[in-house]
């Protein structure tokens, strides 16, 4: 059975280092496909001293030579997108519909990196005092750190890498464990496109690796998304060894609908952003609060077209796959039965599903609660599943209520055909990326991703102007060239003429 190994200065690290495994699952089928090698210090500590020696010449590579080679991966990435799609459906589950979505979205951000000679143009001023200039400078960190969840293994590092890699940095990658062939097949990608070897290094592992990223002094920044206690661990962590970090958490997103939406168009969005992907998205919709007497139909039009959804093995066009392990599948089953007792109203139950797979797929059918509260574990709790709760209040206020007292800021939407209540709800509301009739509200790569409180540790989002800030420091430089005018001593603080 082939390991996957990790990829350190351009080559794949040799299988002798003997260390521990994991096992790689397709969880359409069950199977166990491929090992894992799970990095030891010592591994760890030679990509970061690859992507250390490699630093200086990268960040002195021009920025028209750093731009082709964006160019040149963006090409071939378009021209073959259809393999790294294939490998996300099949480590992943999801459809590979989605996968191939996911691919275009990271690709996206490769595109907004090919501009980066215009992103770092600095500022200057003339005569800021006589014949004294000012201009200013973004220089990259050095080796940087991006640790990835098992839920979008490329895009959620392509939010990264390429901006941190245009910048002048060099990049250790450390993907999921439960996913991890779309990163060597991305590292392979940027060889072909002629970035230098030790730009783009991946280890793959699981704690350990991380805890050495975080503790290793060439490491300048982190890039983390995941759960919310992990982002917290790291985003400790790593800010106490004195690096930039940028930890991305969980979520639990709200869907408001308002009395006065188009309630087909509601439950359109309400079943794609609830179901898509089987739920594992940190932007998908889990509590949808429906606002002043519409329940009853807005729920009956759910489940009618949630019936429809094909369930199966993604390679098979179906709506929606597996999840990613059975130990998964099985934690969001319990959280089936503990809404169940908890006396929330079960209208679809995804334990009993019939899957288009061969095998013995981590499937679990789309489940639908009406009548949830806000103690319930159903409600407080990110699932990470296809289970979508319906919460009633009579008002929008007490619908606002709930979101911003809820511990999570990441993703959220109103459904409504009223433009005084929707302009209402973005100015009130308290996170950070807001749909207006939009179920996933993902910005474009020239803006910035990124939620509030518990769905972010740190002050950047990703890539867009803050993407290129994270990744740069700021240098401000005061120049003036000397004639005979300017000589004499003064021991005052240099003031300005
Ligand atoms: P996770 O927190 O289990 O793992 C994320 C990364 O951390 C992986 O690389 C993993 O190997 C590593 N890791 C796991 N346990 C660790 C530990 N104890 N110490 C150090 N490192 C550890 O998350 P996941 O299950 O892979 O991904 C799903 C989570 O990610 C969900 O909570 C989801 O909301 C979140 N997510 C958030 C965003 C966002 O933009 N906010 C995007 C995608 C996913």
Redesign the pocket.
């Known amino acids: 059975m082939q390991t996957v190994q990790h990829w350190i200065n351009g080559a794949y690290a040799s299988p002798a280092d003997g260390g521990r495994t994991a096992d790689v699952t397709n969880p359409a089928t069950g199977k166990v496909s491929a090992r894992v090698a799970l990095a030891s210090t010592a591994v760890v500590n030679q990509a970061v001293q690859a992507a250390a020696e490699t630093f200086p010449a990268w960040r002195d590579t021009s920025l028209t030579r750093r731009v082709q080679i964006l160019f040149n991966f963006r090409e071939l990435l378009n021209a073959r997108k259809g393999e790294l799609a294939a490998i996300i459906t099949a480590e992943h589950g999801k459809v590979l519909d989605d996968a191939l979505g996911e691919v275009s979205r990271g690709q996206e951000v490769v595109e907004f990196a090919c501009g980066i000679p215009h992103l770092l143009k600095g500022g200057y001023t003339e005569n800021a005092s006589t014949k004294v200039d000012v201009h200013s400078v973004r220089q990259p960190l050095g080796p940087v750190a991006i ?6 293994p490329a895009m ?1 590092p392509m939010w990264f890498f390429p901006v941190a890699i245009a910048t002048g940095n060099t990049v250790v990658l ?5 996913d991890p062939t779309a990163a060597n097949w991305i590292a392979e990608l940027w060889k072909e496109a002629g970035l230098p070897d030790g730009v783009f290094n991946v280890v793959h ?3 350990e690796a ?2 050495t990223l975080l503790d290793h002094p060439d490491i300048k920044s982190v890039s ?5 206690p ?2 917290q ?2 985003y400790q962590k790593g800010t106490a060894a004195g690096k930039r970090v940028q930890a ?4 639990k997103n709200h869907m408001i609908v308002l009395p006065d939406a188009d309630l087909d168009l509601a439950a359109d969005a309400a079943v794609s952003a609830g179901f898509g992907s089987a739920g594992e998205r ?1 932007m998908a919709i889990s509590a949808l609060v429906a606002v002043g007497g519409i329940a009853d139909e807005l729920v009956a039009k759910i489940a009618e077209r949630t019936r429809t959804l094909r369930i199966g093995d993604g390679l098979r066009g179906t709506d929606m796959g597996p999840l990613v392990t059975a130990e998964h599948r099985n934690k969001v089953a319990g959280y089936i039965a503990a809404g169940e007792s908890a006396g929330a109203t079960v209208v679809l139950d995804g334990r009993h599903v019939e899957a288009d797979a061969e095998g013995d797929g981590f499937f679990l059918g789309p489940t639908l609660f009406d009548n949830v509260t806000p103690e319930m574990s159903i409600y407080t709790d ?1 699932i ?1 599943g296809p289970v979508l709760s319906v919460v009633r209040t009579e008002t929008y206020d007490e619908a606002l209520g709930l979101i911003n007292a809820n511990p999570y800021g ?1 993703g959220t939407a109103i459904f409504t055909n009223d433009g005084g209540a929707a302009r209402r709800f973005e100015n009130e509301i308290e996170v950070g990326m807001v749909g207006i009739n939009v179920p996933i509200p993902v910005p474009m790569a020239y803006y910035s ?3 509030w409180k518990n ?2 540790f740190g002050d950047s989002h990703a890539h867009g102007a803050e993407g290129v800030h994270f990744f740069t420091r700021g240098k401000v430089v005061t120049t003036r060239w000397l004639d005979p005018s300017h000589g004499g001593l003064n021991l005052g603080f240099p003031q300005n003429a």
Not at 147 to 152: C, G
Not at 224 to 228: A, N, P
């Open positions: 640790i990835s969840p098992f839920n979008f959620v450390k993907p999921s464990e439960k592992g699981d704690k991380v805890d983390f998304v995941g759960s919310t992990i982002a661990y790291v991305l958490g969980g979520a940190c990110e990470f990441n991703f990124g939620g769905s972010l």
